[in-house]
């Protein structure tokens, strides 16, 4: 793959990650200076990855991914995972773990309430 291209995906995969860090950041009601202390960084560089000025190194994501409880799969938009934070995925591993009969008595009571929530949605309420 011709170098050019490899950058062009890695610039691309980098606009998630700042647009990410920025949404959990302000999720969390942190500054960029308290976020930066928090993962032993600075204010200028929590910017530069929200602008995506600059790239957060392997470390500086993995701090991330713990202040933020998410997986680092979806600070950088990869993989099955990516849309899930944490809470989410050990609720669906943990599901896992149920024996087929319950699972599908708690798969019926969670499609009750996602259509419960969707008209309740599609009717304004």
Do not use: C, H
């Amino acid at each position: 793959m011709p170098e050019l291209l490899i950058n062009s995906l890695l610039l691309i995969d980098m606009l998630d990650i700042g647009s990410r860090i920025a949404e959990l950041r302000k999720a969390a009601n942190w500054s960029q200076e308290e976020l930066a202390k928090k993962i032993g960084s600075s204010r200028v560089m929590i910017g530069n990855y929200e602008r995506n000025s600059n790239t957060p190194s392997i470390d500086i994501l993995l701090k991330l991914a713990q202040v933020f409880d998410v997986s680092v799969d979806f600070l950088v938009g990869q993989g099955k995972a990516a849309k899930f934070n944490k809470e989410t995925l050990a609720r669906i591993e943990d599901m896992d773990l149920l024996d087929k009969q319950t699972r599908e008595i708690l798969f019926n009571v969670i499609d009750t309430y996602i259509q419960n929530y969707k008209t309740k949605k599609a009717f304004g309420k």
